[in-house]
């Protein structure tokens, strides 16, 4: 019943949990220009996948943010078993409550709602240079820098440069 009410929680809040296919994940990483030592957060993690990518493929320091009980758990088993302990972070924490100063960039595969709700702490927290990379839905009042939507079968990517 716990993990049920986290999913709940977590849906409810930003988004459901939905895995991405690692070509979209990189997808992201490449309009993201993430270089090697940036600090890369992702927000509502799942199994961690995109913080895996952002260490293992980009060199990048990355910590995911979780609040849902079973993808928290699959991410950390997943950490462990790829040796990235200590270079890809996984907390079980709601985003909305975490400091986005230190983020050189910020993911984000969250529903309309979250994102309008997440905008005015991007908007505050964020430094003058972070990229915001958002998978299928953009960030309402914002012009993206950049989209990644090379055909009508692919998910749009939207790029925001704070």
Excluded: H
């Amino acid at each position: 019943m716990l993990i049920l009410g986290t999913f709940a929680l977590a849906g409810l809040s930003a988004a459901p949990w939905v895995p991405l296919w690692k070509k979209d994940v990189i997808r992201m990483m490449r309009l993201a220009n993430i270089k090697p030592g940036e600090v890369v957060y992702d927000l509502g993690a799942g199994d961690g996948r995109i913080i895996i990518i952002a260490v293992r493929e980009f060199g990048a320091q990355s910590t995911g943010f979780e609040f849902a009980v079973l993808p928290y758990i699959l991410g950390y088993i997943k950490i462990l078993a790829s040796g990235l302990r200590g270079k890809a972070k996984l907390k079980y924490a709601n985003f909305f409550f975490q400091d986005f100063s230190q983020a050189d960039v910020i993911c984000a595969f969250l529903t309309p709602r979250a994102m309008e709700k997440l905008k005015p702490k991007l908007e505050k927290e964020t430094k003058s240079g972070c990229r915001i990379v958002s998978y299928a839905f953009s960030i309402p009042g914002w012009t993206p820098t950049k989209i990644d939507k090379p055909n009508t079968k692919t998910t749009a990517v939207y790029l925001y440069q704070r």
